[in-house]
Structure formats: C-alpha cells, structure tokens
C-alpha cells in the first residue's frame, strides 16, 4: 500500500472519531512515513510495519468501551436511536448524578463542621489564653501616636518547631542571632502601613505563625495611593532546629546563618527575590513566580528549586541539586572542592544553564531551547552525565581528570534536535 | 492481550517517559511501539485520556518541518500517579513472577 493510500484509509475509518486526536495520529503517521523514507524504507515497507487501519480502530474502540467517549458515541447513537437504551443511559447517568451530588453535600457539611469546630477552638483559645489575646489586640489596636515599629517575642522553647511567616507584600529577613526566643519585628514606612497592614501571631506548642493581613473596608483605599515598605525580621536564637516557612506575594525575602543542619526551609513567592546566605541546612525548597533567587555559602544537604521566570545562582554546595524552570537561567558555580558525590538535575524550558563543578558529580540536563555549559574540574566520576535538549547549543569541558579512577561507569550521554555539541575532554 | 490490562501498563510508561522530560507526540509513540506491539494511534487516545483526567498537560512548539509540535508535560498530580502505578507495577510483577515460580 503506498504512503498516499494508506493515509486515505486512515482518515476515512477514523471519522466519527474525537478531531483532536485524529489530527495528532494522522500527523503522527505522516511522521512516520517521512522518517522510514529517509531511512532508506519504501513507502510499502512502512506502511506494514504501521500495520493494517483495522487494527487500529479495533484497539481504539477497545479503550474507549470502559468509559463513553464524549464525541463518537455520541455522534454513533444519533444514527441510530435506540429509546429503550436511551432511557437506560438517562437513568443510569440520574443515578450517578445524584450519588455524585450525595457525595458533595457530604463533604461539603463535614467540611462546614470542621471549619466551625476550628473557628469556635480558636474563640475559647483566645478567650482562656489572656496574654495571646492581648497580644492579638495589641496588634489590631491603630494608634497614630505609637512608635512605627512593632515587636512579638515568643515565648517558648525552639527545637523541632515550626516556623511560619507569611508576609504578604512585606520584605522579610530571617537571621541567627545571639538571642533565646524567637523575635519578630514589623518596621512600618509608613503610618499608614501600619493601619492597613496589622499583623497576627498564633503562637502554640509546636509552631508559630506570623502573618500580616491587609485590612479590608474603606481604610484598604489608602492601599492604592502607593506602594507598601513594610519589613519583617525575624530573629531566631541559634538553637533552633525544626522547620521554617516562609511566604510573600511580593515581598523580597532574605534568610542568612541558620546553622542547623536538620533544619528544613520552605519559601513561597509569586514576584519577591529570594537570598539565601551561609545557611546550613538540610533541605531548601523554593517555589517562586517571577522572582529571581541567589544563594550564597553554607552547606545544604538537598536543595530543590522552582520558578517561572525567575534566574536562579548559586554557590551553595549540596548533595543533590533538583531545578526547575521555564524561562529563568541558571548559575550554578560549585568550584570549590568537596568530598562528596553531587548530583545535578536541571529542567528548563527555554533558560540557559552554566554549570561549573569541582569535584565528581552526575549531571542531568534537559531543556527545550536553552543552552547549556558545563564544566567539570578534576572529576573522577561522571556516570550519567545526560543533556537532552530540542534547539538549545550545548558545551561540554571535563579538566583536569585524576589518573585512576575507581573504575567507575561513566557516560556522557547527549541528544539534540537542532543545537550543536562541543565536548572538550583535556 | 487484554485490554484493560493493556491499558493500565500503557498508561503507566506514557507517564513514566514523561517523567524526565518534556516530548511531543511522535517521540512518544515512537518510544513506546518500538518495545511494544500496539498501533501507535492507540496511544494518543491514552494521552488524551491523561490530559482530560489532569495527569498531563499539552504546549505548542513550533517546528521546523512542518505543523507545531504539540508537547505533553507530566503535572504534578501526574507525577503522584506515576510513581503509585510504578510501585502497584513492581508489587504485581514481583506477585506473578513469585506465583510462575521465577523467584526462590
């Protein structure tokens, strides 16, 4: 059969089929015939190996009988219309709406409950808990005649707690000081900010929260007359262990000399940049939008970055590197030599990615049209080196090489569509 | 071989090629029918159901030669599914193999 029957016969037995789908499987199998042709095969030849169109169609409907498919069954009953089964359909599909909706009502009252059972706990708490609720107020009262600048300390002990600031737009700084509660701080610009930006602590056994809530009503139309500089700090006593946590909408965030290798940090921002200096730590997990992300000195065992737009760099040596980006670039420069084994896992849409190491280290690396340049001193081991990218150009230098190594698997393993390769092995 | 059965396998190593990276349709086809017997056109039905159930998600890239390629991307919820069928996988092959005597 030639490449132009075949094609025919495909599209004729897969009408009545989802339009989507048979786009995409039709220009599958033009690719198809388009790779066997260059390969050297004849039309006829790719076509068997396509197999017959028959087969298809029976593998498809086969897929499709365990759940009606929106488009075909439709278009396959309005031929022939069928009433008994019609009726069928109609009660079956009642049956399940309502179980559906049975579910929903469900859990949408055990949800309601939980939700009150929460908001009455959180009244009597306060209510029995006369210093938090002083506090509390102390932070909602607005008084034009106070000092800008507010302070919370909290009041009990700090290993294996938990942390949370939510900062809104608020700039945040997190440090390690020579203090034995944690402290936090709120240097309001203005007064103003001060009015629309109260901030809240819910402080219990094991955690501590921080947030600051924008006032809603009428004052919220100051909020538009300018931006906000409102900036938290928050002191923690260096004998902190547990888990930190940090959010901003687009506040920057700064956290410097934690120094407690089980501590874990969380940060979340949509368009704050983010800094982190010699922390010490056991893992960093960022999430960000469209800031930009620097990092600087200490030790962090595992540390995995995501963000859209914004660039990340880095010095921080780890163990193990997972970033993940669309647009951003990325530095990473771990030129200083270490004892351990790293790996380095980088996935970008379109940035680019300069890698330096050290030191022996996997690196996998894929990308749709970034580009990438790595370079490797005195590693022994590279085992999976991976570079798969679409268009980007990609530049590869291993200096340096010990004599000797272990005996190792190694493999420097690189795909591309369109970029070009340059490997430089010295 | 039955196709239920069939099915869940496909499913299972779509999402796990897309595990690592990003791929357009053709390299995923072409990933898949050439360790296995299916028609290739069976699998962007699984993609499509994939996409519809929130496991993966489609952009364009324009190529080259020809129309845009449309790229699927494992979301999150995905990846979940991914590694759950993965660890349901090895449990039953390890059954099977235990059961046809493979493993002491």
Redesign the interface.
Known sequence: MSKEEYMTELKTKLEGFDEELVQEITADYEERFKCGLEGGKSEEEVARELGSVDELVKELNSFKEDKEDSCKDRKSEKSSFNEQKFKEDASEAYDEVMGVLGKVFKSVKTGLNEVMKSVEGAFSKRDSDSTSYEEYNATNEMDYGMPVSRNYTATHDVSDLNIIVNGSSADVDLLMCDTEKIAFNVDYGAHRDEMLYPFYINDTDSRVEFRIIKREGNSAFFARCSSTSIKVTVSVPRSFSGRIRISTASGDIKVQDLNNDATELYIDSLSGDLEVYNCNLSLLKTSETSGDLHLGGGLVKKIDISTVSGDVSTDVPANEYSIKTTSGDVDINNTAPVEFERSYCVRTTSGDAHIKVCGDANVDYSSISGDLSLRLDKTKIYHKIHVDTVSGDREINVLNKPAGDGGKEKCINTKTVSGDIFINLI | MN??FK?GALELCVLSQLK???RY??QL??AVSKQMQ?????L??????LKEDGMLETYL?ES?E??AR??YHLTAKGKEKEEELEAEWFEFVKAVDLLLGKEN
């Open positions: 196709s239920q099915k690592t990276m990003d349709g053709y086809t072409d299916i028609a290739p056109g069976t962007y039905l699984i993609l499509k159901r890239v080259d020809g129309p449309k790229y």
